[in-house]
């Protein structure tokens, strides 16, 4: 059963930088592309960044590119998200997923193609 919690998250102002975790088990995390995804109240789910199995392709919403970055350690079962320049409109609950992929070079930017949702991590961004 796929397992994933995240943390990390928190109060900051803005400017300031935060750096999510997630930490998988009850699968092999290296087949999995791995997803960071936010939701605000009213909100539909986005996905924020998302990386392939191997680590070679990475995918970043057009609202955090140049400010967040993506990467995993698979060893481990560990996903991370950088974030930094945080503005008051990254607010949100961050919520990691992963995608078992057959492709593992391969990015899936649809929200159905992810599982294992966490509880999330709340990041709220001060301006």
């Known amino acids: 059963q796929v397992q994933l919690a995240e943390s990390g998250g928190g109060l900051v102002q803005a400017g300031d930088s935060l750096r999510l975790s997630c930490a998988a088990s009850?699968?092999?995390?290296?087949?999995?592309?791995m997803g960071w995804f936010r939701q605000v109240p009213g909100k539909e789910r986005e996905l924020v960044s998302g990386?392939?199995?191997?680590?070679?392709?990475?995918h970043y919403a057009d609202s955090v590119k140049g400010r967040f970055t993506i990467s995993r350690d698979s060893a481990k079962g560990m996903g991370y998200l950088q974030m930094n320049s945080l503005k008051p409109e990254d607010t949100a609950v961050y919520y990691c997923?992963?995608?078992?992929?057959?492709?593992?070079?391969?990015?899936?930017?649809?929200?159905?193609?992810?599982?294992?949702w966490g509880q999330g991590t709340q990041v709220t961004v001060s301006s």
């Open positions: 997923a992963v995608s078992l992929q057959s492709d593992r070079w391969l990015v899936p930017t649809n929200l159905g193609s992810y599982e294992g």
């Open positions: 009850g699968l092999t995390f290296s087949k999995y592309a």
């Open positions: 990386i392939s199995a191997i680590g070679n392709a990475v």
